[in-house]
């Protein structure tokens, strides 16, 4: 349900598709389709195994060499890793084992791998600036788990969403199983019955359930009301390097944006003994503190850096597709109080533009700020 309403609300079904695919495992096949649940329409996403139900259970370090072994970026692989190691944990308590020795049964499936790692790979092509979740509807009745048939939640539910408000008997069944509860334990930053959010988008994820109260998972995009889009959760790192190799720079800075930087930038500067060196810094979410420190520890030359807590304002921004005669290009606007004060092609779609008509991408430039100047 939650890929389903990840797709429902903008995630394009081919990149999850082979986003996916860098996994490097099969035995599964992805089915999308549009449907209707009690009149509600939104999309449907079922994780069909080839061979019927899989008997294999993997352990944590299986699934963290599944992951650490394939082509996704590390900001990805890391989310993806934190819920697994969360799911361990509570599994782990449940059955008074250790947490390297506890194997999965359920979630160790592909079906579940493909949920969670699909789950990472949805929120990064998103990048949410910020996830609030009502109180988490458990459900009610008997669940069958492994080990017997349960009370809902599973046991492994209920550890996972300690400290999280929950309610339960709005369904007759088990509404939160524990992958759905690990996605949103990881990933929630608050959990709320009342946010002031100005809705841009409602998507549905419809569930494979039936019941009088509709199974859909629905979730909304948007932003806080009465905010110029101010955070002030940023943080800044800077660091000073002389003695490396220039051209490890690219490499660095590629790793920091899959680790989820905002933005990394690079100034040249005079040090000591007149040596030629470069600022590092990088911009990201507080979040991702842990993440870049160690990037910055392990991929440069620096023994040390600063880092500093900073203010991000940011303008409202939204997207339009421009008509040229060369292809469809998006368009960022951005806006304030309302207003909409500048705009700006993106320029992935042009260089593509330019590559698949064989010409010059200046001729692509001339051709969408002429559109824009007219208001097209």
Same mark, same amino acid.
């Given at each position: 349900?939650?890929?389903?309403?990840?797709?429902?609300?903008? =995630?394009?079904?081919?990149?999850?598709? &082979?986003?996916?695919?860098?996994? %490097?495992?099969?035995? *599964?096949?992805?089915?999308?389709?549009?449907?209707?649940?009690?009149?509600?329409?939104?999309?449907?996403?079922?994780?069909?195994?080839?061979?019927?139900?899989?008997?294999?259970?993997?352990?944590?370090?299986?699934?963290?060499?599944?992951?650490?072994?394939?082509?996704?970026?590390?900001?990805?692989?890391?989310? &993806?890793?934190?819920?697994?190691? %969360?799911? #361990?944990?509570?599994?782990? %308590?449940?059955?008074?084992?250790?947490?390297?020795?506890?194997?999965?049964?359920?979630? !160790?499936?592909?079906?579940?791998?493909?949920?969670?790692?699909?789950?990472?790979?949805?929120?990064?092509?998103?990048?949410?600036?910020?996830?609030?979740?009502? &109180?988490?509807?458990?459900?009610?009745?008997?669940?069958?788990?492994?080990? !017997?048939?349960?009370?809902?939640?599973?046991?492994?539910?209920?550890?996972?969403? %300690? !400290?999280?408000?929950?309610?339960?008997?709005?369904?007759?069944?088990?509404?939160?199983?524990?992958?759905?509860?690990?996605?949103?334990?990881?990933?929630?930053?608050?959990?709320?019955?009342?946010?002031?959010?100005?809705?841009?988008?409602?998507? *549905?994820?419809? $569930?494979?359930?039936? @019941?009088?109260?509709?199974?859909?998972? /629905?979730?909304? @995009?948007?932003?806080?009301? $009465?905010?110029?889009?101010?955070?002030?959760?940023?943080?800044?790192?800077?660091?000073?390097?002389?003695?490396?190799?220039?051209? =490890?720079?690219? *490499?660095?800075?590629?790793?920091?944006?899959?680790? $989820? #930087?905002?933005?990394?930038?690079?100034?040249?500067?005079?040090?000591?003994? @007149?040596?030629?060196?470069?600022?590092?810094?990088?911009?990201?979410?507080? @979040?991702?503190?842990?993440?870049?420190?160690?990037?910055?520890?392990?991929?440069?030359?620096?023994? !040390?850096? /600063?880092?500093?807590?900073?203010?991000?304002? =940011?303008? +409202?921004?939204?997207?339009?597709?421009? +008509?040229?005669?060369?292809?469809?290009?998006?368009? +960022?606007?951005? *806006?304030?109080?309302?207003?909409?004060?500048?705009?700006?092609?993106?320029?992935?779609?042009?260089?593509?533009?330019?590559?698949?008509?064989?010409?010059?991408?200046?001729?692509?430039?001339?051709?969408?700020?002429?559109?824009?100047?007219?208001?097209?």
């Amino acid at each position: 349900m939650n890929l389903a309403a990840m797709i429902d609300l903008g =995630v394009p079904e081919e990149f999850l598709r &082979s986003e996916l695919a860098k996994l %490097k495992i099969d035995g *599964y096949t992805l089915e999308v389709s549009k449907g209707i649940k009690n009149g509600i329409s939104g999309t449907r996403v079922k994780v069909r195994l080839d061979h019927g139900p899989e008997q294999h259970h993997r352990n944590l370090k299986d699934i963290t060499n599944i992951i650490q072994g394939s082509e996704l970026s590390d900001h990805i692989k890391q989310n &993806s890793l934190v819920m697994f190691k %969360k799911l #361990a944990e509570a599994e782990a %308590k449940v059955h008074d084992k250790d947490i390297d020795t506890i194997h999965f049964h359920e979630v !160790g499936a592909v079906d579940s791998i493909v949920d969670i790692v699909g789950a990472a790979i949805c929120f990064d092509n998103l990048k949410p600036e910020k996830i609030f979740s009502s &109180s988490v509807e458990l459900g009610s009745g008997l669940v069958k788990c492994a080990h !017997g048939t349960f009370p809902v939640p599973a046991p492994a539910t209920a550890e996972i969403l %300690k !400290g999280i408000p929950v309610k339960t008997g709005h369904q007759p069944f088990e509404a939160t199983t524990p992958t759905g509860a690990v996605i949103l334990a990881c990933n929630v930053d608050e959990f709320q019955e009342k946010t002031n959010l100005i809705i841009q988008k409602t998507a *549905y994820g419809i $569930g494979h359930k039936d @019941s009088d109260v509709p199974n859909v998972l /629905r979730i909304f @995009s948007g932003e806080l009301s $009465g905010a110029e889009n101010k955070e002030t959760q940023h943080r800044m790192f800077e660091c000073n390097i002389d003695d490396m190799n220039p051209e =490890v720079l690219e *490499y660095i800075m590629e790793k920091l944006f899959d680790a $989820g #930087a905002d933005d990394v930038f690079i100034t040249a500067m005079i040090m000591k003994k @007149s040596r030629n060196a470069s600022k590092l810094c990088v911009l990201c979410h507080d @979040s991702l503190k842990e993440a870049i420190s160690g990037i910055l520890i392990h991929e440069t030359s620096t023994l !040390g850096f /600063r880092s500093y807590a900073v203010e991000k304002t =940011v303008l +409202k921004r939204e997207f339009r597709e421009l +008509k040229t005669k060369y292809g469809d290009v998006r368009i +960022k606007m951005g *806006y304030h109080n309302g207003e909409m004060i500048k705009q700006k092609a993106e320029y992935e779609d042009m260089v593509k533009i330019a590559h698949e008509n064989n010409i010059p991408l200046r001729e692509v430039y001339k051709e969408v700020d002429r559109l824009i100047d007219e208001g097209t």
